[in-house]
């Protein structure tokens, strides 16, 4: 009887190059799509769920399609919030965009004294945390208690009231261009920072003031930076929550619990109890945002285009 002989497997073929490459760019990239699909997919898939239900006190949580978020786009507290925070972006984004590219031009000048000084000073606030901004601000508009107060009683004077409801989207828009201004002046700054200096020269040789090195050479430098600023400045924007919901406490006739979308919801989801409706208010603001800075973004690249 013939003696069975022993298999031999085929030897294994190496990995190729374009393996080995996909493997390790795998093994960089899993974490981060694992934490991303677990911080930011994952709620969104969330609030899409509980938008398309709504739960009732008698019959518990039923599916309602997209019944939310029609009572959503009829809601005048949410267009009421809604307007708001727009005109807050209509007058607060121009002028701390103004104010950061003027600042970031006077340090890129030169001709600034102290200029490492006074850039480090406008940029401090932005390391305030927006609570404890917010709370210090708030403060100070007390006519009761803060400096708006103690001014009226040295000087005898009667200050507006900063809290008042007339005057509080103006008070938390001084709130957020203190907060921001040095930000958007960093990221302008250091767009100027990197314009060739060969152009400067160049400008010179052919006699070319300030004015005209500023309009012809740093202004459309800082199309695509002031573009970013804008972008992030609107998202900001609409995002608005933390200064109106710390001066709600001192301000509770001026600022209400639909002040601005994101107010709105969190009033819905932790006050009212209403989930779910709180979750199409977050989804259907989350949209208007996405748009409106498409939007502004695709008008700005035709702009430099």
Same mark, same amino acid.
Request: net charge positive; no cysteine.
């Given at each position: ?72 786009? =009829? ?19 121009? $002028?701390?965009?103004?104010?950061? #590219?003027? !600042? ?15 850039? !480090? ?35 005898? =004077?009667? #200050?507006?009231?900063?809290?008042? *409801?007339? #005057? ?6 001084? $709130?957020? =261009? ?12 250091? @767009? ?5 200096? @060969? &152009? ?19 202004? *459309?430098? &800082?199309?695509?930076? /002031?573009?970013?600023?804008? $972008? ?27 002040? =601005? *979308?994101? /107010? ?42």
């Amino acid at each position: 009887m013939a003696s069975a002989r022993p298999t031999r497997r085929p030897p294994r073929r190496p990995a190729t190059a374009a393996a080995r490459r996909s493997r390790a760019g795998w093994q960089f990239t899993g974490p981060f799509l694992a934490v991303f699909a677990l911080v930011f997919l994952a709620p969104i898939a969330y609030s899409l769920y509980l938008s398309v239900f709504r739960t009732r006190l008698v019959g518990g949580t039923a599916f309602v399609g997209l019944d939310n978020y029609s009572k959503a786009l =009829t809601d005048p507290q949410f267009w009421s919030a809604l307007g708001r925070v727009t005109l807050f972006l209509a007058v607060q984004v121009p $002028i701390m965009l103004f104010l950061a #590219l003027l !600042i970031a031009l006077a340090l890129d000048s030169g001709r600034l004294y102290g200029a490492s000084f006074f850039r !480090i000073a406008v940029f401090l606030p932005y390391a305030v945390p927006a609570v404890v901004a917010t709370l210090m601000w708030g403060f100070m508009y007390g006519s009761q208690f803060g400096l708006v107060g103690n001014v009226n009683e040295a000087l005898a =004077t009667s #200050l507006p009231d900063p809290l008042a *409801p007339e #005057l509080i989207l103006a008070s938390i828009g001084n $709130i957020v =261009t203190w907060e921001f201004v040095g930000y958007n002046m960093l990221i302008l700054y250091s @767009a100027l920072r990197v314009v060739n200096p @060969a &152009l400067y020269e160049a400008a010179a040789i052919d006699g070319a003031g300030q004015l005209r090195i500023i309009s012809a050479i740093k202004l *459309p430098a &800082l199309r695509g930076p /002031l573009l970013i600023a804008t $972008i992030f400045s609107i998202i900001g924007s609409f995002h608005l929550f933390n200064e109106p919901s710390i001066l709600q406490t001192l301000a509770p006739n001026s600022i209400t619990t639909y002040f =601005t *979308p994101n /107010l709105y919801a969190y009033s819905l989801s932790f006050a009212g109890q209403q989930v779910n409706y709180a979750a199409t208010v977050a989804i259907v603001m989350g949209v208007i945002t996405m748009v409106v800075a498409y939007l502004v973004q695709l008008q700005g690249i035709r702009k430099a285009a």
